[in-house]
């Protein structure tokens, strides 16, 4: 027996010595970070960009979980199954037959393909195992009844279901979204279908670019003629494609029928996988960069000008270890820097296997097979704590213009990255560093050195593949410091800094009492009134940060929605004190 555990050893230390890595980046061991922040540029953040997506609403446990994420979007259904959903059966089935023949590349080869993910389309079709839309129904009555508003949806249409005549006027996709309008919900965006540039994900009614083409002009038509407000996208390549590697070009050849594109962006490489090993580590500490590649390389070559919902996106190396979660956060950092970009933004997944912020565990089923399942008591990966601190950082806030001072680790990826918010007048600092470096940090408030009490928290980590799991409700952040000394970024770490006497102009009025606004909540009609009565410009905001009310007073101000619709605004008021966010709730 001893025999055996000193070789399991040895064959352990053997493992971890061939798949440990070095930290892939030369830095100056003295390198220290500024943040210059510039409090007179300002911009709301949008909360959409916070999107997930979620499986399974069902049962009583699954709708708890639900519940306690909060979501900010559901996206219903979403993967490959959206493509094949029956609304009526609310289940996936097959739409046409199970091969068919489709022109390939720029040469139009014609090929066979099966559909992709067949033989579980007909076990979930047999076993009549059901989506999820009467739960969801249930959980968003629920959710209205308490915030008054639904959950903000993001709809995947299946381009299918509608048969080969692509002038029929759409009746099936119109009959699901008057069902879905009958059951309560909101239908403001609609993907058209799920990355339909794999072949194996249309079908033998949409085999080819130009039916699909035909299918997404009829299916947009038919939607605005219902609500000429719904927007819909198109799904867009965010790398080449032999099979369609002219998809991109082709679809966009006319830019009139859809308002955004989708793009699903994986980032990572496997550290076990002695092919990509090497780059494993590189690629999870750079993912913003790949990111950015992945829609400025593709996407805005042929539709510049259309924004991006990334309805899929997610960084990993291996597991959810520390420069997963390092990379995530920065990825959510750089989209916060780019919101004229980026509308929207689901990570995949909140309780699926891919990215899962939760734990799972290995079961064995009646049958003797062994069945993969979320651990109960519910614990967080990596991923789970990383997306709570972020929430908790970047949620309801308005962003305030920064720039970081450091050294990069490749040419556009700073080792370094952070925002600067505001939130019910109190100011932040966002930052993670992506370095294996303790890292002193200097602020800079409008050219002023900040030297006042800061209370910084954070979650650091020792080595580039630690993974960490803990209980649902722990806090992820510990408290580093809480003093006017000086401000140090532990290595491999993801910190929340608050500047408990920041003079920003951004949340003077707020900080100071300075503002009344009533009712709130309230039926639509309020009421803004500032104590100082001097001049004043507001804007209310969608919380998805579109700006739908803007004007001038003085003093007194009573604001009438003019869309009449419940939910939750961002008021900016602006005046000679600064500038403000407030968060208004019309139910």
Request: include cysteine; aromatic fraction near 10%; glycine fraction near 6%.
């Amino acid at each position: 027996m001893l025999k055996k555990l000193l070789s399991f050893c040895v064959v352990l230390l053997i493992t971890t010595f061939v798949f440990a890595q070095n930290y892939p980046f030369s830095l100056p061991s003295n390198m220290e970070a500024t943040i210059n922040i510039n409090s007179t540029s300002t911009e709301v953040y949008n909360n959409l960009l916070l999107g997930t997506n979620t499986h399974h609403f069902s049962t009583t446990k699954e709708k708890d979980l639900i519940n306690k994420l909060k979501p900010i979007t559901i996206r219903f259904p979403h993967g490959l199954w959206a493509n094949w959903y029956d609304w009526r059966r609310d289940v996936t089935r097959l739409f046409g037959t199970e091969s068919f023949q489709y022109e390939q590349g720029v040469n139009k080869t014609v090929r066979t393909k099966t559909v992709d993910k067949l033989a579980n389309i007909n076990i979930f079709d047999n076993l009549d195992i059901k989506v999820g839309i009467e739960g969801l129904t249930s959980l968003n009555a629920s959710r209205k009844s308490t915030t008054g508003k639904g959950f903000d949806m993001m709809w995947t249409f299946n381009m299918s279901a509608d048969g080969t005549d692509f002038n029929n006027g759409c009746p099936e996709t119109i009959a699901r979204y008057d069902d879905l309008i009958a059951r309560g919900f909101e239908v403001k965006v609609v993907e058209m279908g799920n990355e339909n540039f794999y072949p194996g994900q249309r079908s033998s009614i949409i085999p080819n670019t130009e039916d699909y083409i035909a299918r997404a002009k009829s299916m947009s038509a038919a939607l605005k003629k219902k609500d000429p407000n719904i927007r819909v996208s198109i799904p867009l390549l965010r790398r080449d494609n032999w099979a369609n590697p002219n998809w991109n070009a082709d679809l966009t050849e006319d830019l009139t029928y859809f308002d955004a594109v989708t793009v699903h962006t994986y980032v990572g490489s496997d550290p076990d996988d002695s092919t990509n090993s090497d780059e494993a580590y590189g690629t999870a500490l750079t993912a913003r960069k790949h990111l950015g590649n992945s829609i400025y390389d593709y996407a805005h070559q042929v539709a510049p000008n259309k924004p991006i919902w990334l309805t899929e996106w997610g960084v990993k190396s291996g597991g959810p270890n520390a420069v997963s979660a390092l990379g995530m956060v920065d990825c959510y950092i750089f989209m916060s820097q780019n919101q004229d970009v980026f509308e929207r933004a689901n990570w995949f997944s909140v309780n699926g296997k891919l990215n899962s912020h939760y734990v799972w565990e290995t079961y064995i089923s009646p049958s003797g097979v062994e069945r993969p399942r979320i651990k109960y008591p519910l614990e967080k990966t990596l991923f789970g704590s990383a997306y709570e601190i972020i929430r908790l950082a970047l949620e309801n806030t308005t962003l305030i213009d920064s720039d970081v001072q450091v050294p990069n680790l490749v040419d556009g990826v700073k080792a370094v990255n952070a925002r600067v918010v505001t939130k019910e007048g109190e100011t932040s600092v966002f930052v993670v560093n992506l370095s294996n470096l303790d890292v002193p940090f200097n602020v800079n408030i409008d050219g002023a050195a900040y030297t006042e009490t800061a209370v910084h928290k954070a979650i650091s980590f020792t080595t580039m593949d630690e993974e960490r799991a803990m209980g649902i409700d722990v806090d992820p952040l510990t408290l580093i410091s809480d003093s006017s000394e000086s401000i140090t970024l532990p290595k491999f770490s993801i910190n929340i800094i608050e500047l408990s006497n920041a003079s920003l102009s951004t949340s003077q009025i707020a900080k100071n009492a300075e503002v009344r606004i009533y009712p709130n909540p309230n039926k639509g009609v309020f009421n803004i009134k500032l104590t100082h009565g001097e001049e004043a410009q507001y804007r209310i905001y969608s919380i998805s940060g579109v700006e739908i009310q803007k004007g001038d007073f003085i003093s007194t101000k009573e604001i009438r929605f003019d869309n009449n619709q419940t939910g939750i605004y961002i008021l900016q008021l602006n005046t000679n004190q600064g500038v403000s966010t407030h968060k208004i709730v019309v139910n």
